[in-house]
């Protein structure tokens, strides 16, 4: 097969396209997928009933542009959101990746610089070279932990226009304190940066720990994303929205594509979040695998990171890509996030943690 990567040299691409690698997350038939963070547990029955009629009845009209401003749904995120937002701080989009890239696209480009702690979300380099953003990176102490002191200094000297602080991060499943996210917001007062926290896996935090949505009053120029794709189980549905200040929705309407949002999806999103509740009970049951998890393989010797998502990340492995074949081999696909000694692992259902915590044990085993 002739490579057409071989025939991307020939095309004009951008500049600084050239040499980028897509997003690429394997998508391989095995039975049991614990890679992309996806909840495991299916969209149950009753939440599948209301999205089909929702659908069926979006579907007669859809000879019609949909509602431009999406209305219904910004009410329903305000509503379930709480922290006394109203629908004119929300803003949703195909995926919390398109919020992400429409904040790009308004409030970065050309000229302009993002920042981001590493490691963290592949798809912020991604999303900031797409719109001609320049990304710079600043790093984390030890375990991966974020101190306002150095994350203010790090926003402050790289004069940023948009930091990107993920919380709980990706891949590491550590939750920032409030006070980096205000240390970020203050120390990009100068330079008036759009300082964006990453909720995607908000709803899988531990007890106790507060949302960045607490600290929304009198910060117009923070943003808080989230995502449908996770805690809601719908990441084929493709729905992320974020909560501002009424003017950053604003701008982006300056940005996103007439109608971005089909009827079909709007049906959907409204469908599943009158019945946020059902969802919202399988993400505890997802909690007890995480916590699970940890535990576990600090009983097998290895080094799983505090989590607050739905996955665990963990070290101590001699070699990380031998355990991962073996996994695959088992049946079981987890990630290889790139990082020394370290894997990254979905909290499934309880049936599907096993199968991992087994074939995991037996690999160890053979390796000793
Ligand atoms: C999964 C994930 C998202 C969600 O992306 P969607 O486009 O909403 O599916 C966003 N941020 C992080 C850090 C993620 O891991």
């Not at 592949?122 to 101190?147: D, I, N, W």
């Not at 759009?194 to 899988?204: M, N, P, S």
């Not at 998502?309 to 996030?337: C, K, M, Q, T």
Request: charged fraction near 20%.
């Amino acid at each position: 097969m002739p490579s057409s990567v071989d025939a991307l040299a020939n095309l004009p691409l951008r500049d600084d396209l050239v040499g980028l690698h897509p997003y690429g997350a394997p998508q391989l038939d095995v039975p049991v997928l614990l890679n992309v963070n996806e909840n495991t547990h299916g969209v149950p029955a009753d939440v599948h009933a209301a999205i089909v009629e929702a659908v069926a009845e979006a579907t007669r009209g859809l000879n019609r542009y949909p509602d431009r401003e999406f209305t219904e749904l910004r009410k329903n995120l305000a509503d379930y959101l709480g922290h006394g937002l109203t629908p004119d701080q929300l803003w949703a989009a195909n995926g919390s990746n398109e919020v992400l890239q429409q904040v790009l696209q308004a409030f970065g480009g050309p000229g302009r610089t993002a920042i981001g702690f590493p490691p963290t979300y592949s798809m912020y380099p991604l999303l900031s070279s797409g719109t001609g953003t320049r990304y710079v990176t600043a790093e984390r102490g030890a375990a991966y932990a974020m101190t306002p002191e150095a994350t203010a200094a790090a926003v402050r000297d790289s004069e940023a226009n948009i930091v990107f602080l993920c919380s709980p991060n990706n891949p590491t499943g550590t939750a920032l304190d409030l006070d980096v996210i205000e240390a970020a917001y203050d120390a990009g007062q100068d330079a008036r940066a759009i300082i964006i926290v990453d909720e995607a896996y908000g709803e899988f935090s531990q007890a106790g720990k507060p949302s960045a949505l607490t600290l929304l009053p009198g910060r117009p120029r923070l943003l808080v994303s989230r995502t449908m794709s996770k805690a809601f189980a719908l990441a084929g549905a493709r729905i992320g929205y974020l909560a501002a200040a009424p003017e950053v929705a604003d701008a982006l309407r300056l940005v996103r594509l007439p109608y971005h949002l089909s009827a079909i999806t709007q049906a959907t999103a409204n469908a599943a979040l009158t019945h946020a509740d059902t969802l919202l009970s399988n993400v505890e049951a997802i909690k007890v695998q995480r916590d699970r998890i940890v535990r576990e393989l600090t009983a097998l010797g290895l080094s799983p990171a505090p989590s607050d998502a739905n996955f665990v990340f963990f070290s101590g492995l001699h070699d990380p890509r031998r355990i991962w074949e073996g996994l695959l081999d088992a049946g079981v696909l987890i990630r290889d996030v790139g990082i020394p000694g370290s894997l990254r692992v979905t909290a499934g259902t309880e049936q599907e943690t096993t199968v991992f915590l087994t074939a995991l044990t037996k690999l160890l085993q053979i390796a000793r």
